[in-house]
């Protein structure tokens, strides 16, 4: 049975053991993991990563909200992460995590008025969207409490992908089903009401997996790893009403079907 964990931070900051990790995932029947980025500096060890372990595929891109301040991103990276991701087009499997994120206490701490932040994530959102799209990729999208946003600007941008931790309304990721776009389910699933109504609601070859590791986890609190990403395959199989074999291949399918990417051998 073979699984696909589609968005997950497996940087050495946040697992000392990282070969033990990636072991347990295999062991698990973990086939290749999306190691996503988050700032500037996370790129350049996100491909690293990759290059010292084939299971990790690497996604490089800016997130929404940079880890380094807590703060929203602001435009002075985005010219130097562009360069990076069309240096490593032929490298990387998808754009990402990029995003959106008007969660209050973000555009809070952010400086400048809050539709001015909005504005500065849309723009660096967007101008990685469509970079991904001129070079044939998908994008890994952060999309917290803008998720309508998220898609439209997607769709803006003309490019495909997956919306990770999707936390809006069942009838826009409807939308985005209706625009192509996947949507993975995480092994918090099984503490998430939210997340089951929107399992229920999304057709099943639109689902994929992931476990955001370390964050995510089916226990509050306590750090996430890739092997839990068959929690999730069980939770999607129990509400879909499929075995958790079937779960698997549909899911695995889904995300090839969305990073096409993953088909490469390494």
Do not use: W
Request: a negative charge; one cysteine or more; aromatic letters at 4%.
């Amino acid at each position: 049975m073979a699984l696909i964990d589609c968005h997950a931070h497996l940087q050495p900051a946040h697992f000392p053991s990282l070969q033990d990790t990636i072991a347990d995932a295999r062991a698990a029947g973990v086939t290749a993991i999306l190691n996503v980025s988050e700032s500037l500096t996370d790129c350049a060890q996100v491909l690293a990563l990759a290059s010292a372990h084939p299971i990790l595929r690497p996604c490089i891109g800016l997130h929404p909200v940079q880890p380094a301040t807590g703060k929203s991103v602001t435009l002075a990276d985005l010219p130097a992460v562009l360069e990076l991701i069309s240096d490593n087009a032929e490298r990387i499997v998808a754009v990402g995590e990029v995003g959106l994120d008007f969660s209050p206490h973000v555009l809070a701490a952010a400086l400048g008025a809050r539709d001015e932040q909005k504005a500065v994530q849309r723009e660096v959102f967007v101008a990685q969207a469509r970079l991904a799209a001129s070079l044939g990729h998908p994008v890994n999208v952060h999309s917290r409490q803008a998720g309508h946003y998220a898609i439209a600007a997607m769709v803006e941008a003309g490019v495909g992908g997956l919306l990770h931790a999707f936390d809006g309304k069942a009838a826009h990721a409807m939308k985005g089903v209706q625009s192509g776009f996947f949507f993975s389910v995480a092994p918090n699933i099984v503490r998430s009401v939210h997340l089951r109504k929107l399992v229920k609601a999304i057709p099943l070859d639109y689902l994929v997996l992931e476990t955001d590791s370390p964050a995510l986890g089916p226990v509050s609190g306590v750090t996430n790893v890739p092997m839990n990403v068959r929690i999730a395959c069980q939770e999607v199989a129990n509400i879909k009403g499929i075995t958790v074999e079937e779960a698997a291949e549909i899911t695995t399918a889904n995300a090839i079907r969305c990073f096409p990417r993953l088909a490469r051998r390494e």
